[in-house]
């Protein structure tokens, strides 16, 4: 059973340019979040897919943007990077007629920015 | 604004010792209640989950965690660590209607063999 596969593991970019990261969700899943985890704090919520629409967001501005795809797969965009985006990206996926869509969290990716 | 908030930060234990991390949220309704772990170089995983019924839960590896509504807390207990349970925990709290979990910054625990 494949869990929640994420890449890049590492990214190092520079400031102003832009990224995109990559989640595959655990088999049978069709809901995908994503998180930001800096430093010494817990995961923050970005947003979240469903059906290919973002259908919730955190408190993050527009420079971060995502994309699902049919076969449930997500993207997430970030744009203009700043030294603050600095951090692990972690992905989640659930079911939506799980119960209480339970997250299943990937092994994240780095996101350097110099 | 709605908040997780895990009091110890480090916690450094001996072998067989008790162990008990304080989860304490601040939402007014109803919400789903986890407790993560993340062993160093891995990725989070669930630990145990809340969601109705005996407030007392039951987890993977001998963890149990306690709801108590009137004091909106959720904290993880353990009679006897392990050196292996040396990792970082997390609390995250759903709030019902909504899609996003909320997290504590975390404990990171250390065993001591």
Known sequence: DAGVTQSPTHLIK?????????????SGHDTVSWYQQALGQGPQFIFQYYEEEERQRGNFPDRFSGHQFP?????????????????LYLCASSLETGEVHEQYFGPGTRLTVT | AQSVSQHNHHVILSEAASLELGCNYSYGGTVNLFWYVQYPGQHLQLLLK?????????GIKGFEAEFIKSKFSFNLRKPSVQWSDTAEYFCAVNQRGTYKYIFGTGTRLKVLA
């Open chain 1, 71 to 87: 076969n449930y797969s997500s993207e997430l965009n970030v744009n203009a990077l700043l030294l603050g985006d600095s951090a």
């Open chain 2, 50 to 58: 809340y969601f109705s019924g005996d407030p007392l839960v039951k």
């Open chain 1, 14 to 26: 520079t400031r102003g340019q832009q990224v995109t990261l990559r989640c595959s969700p655990k």
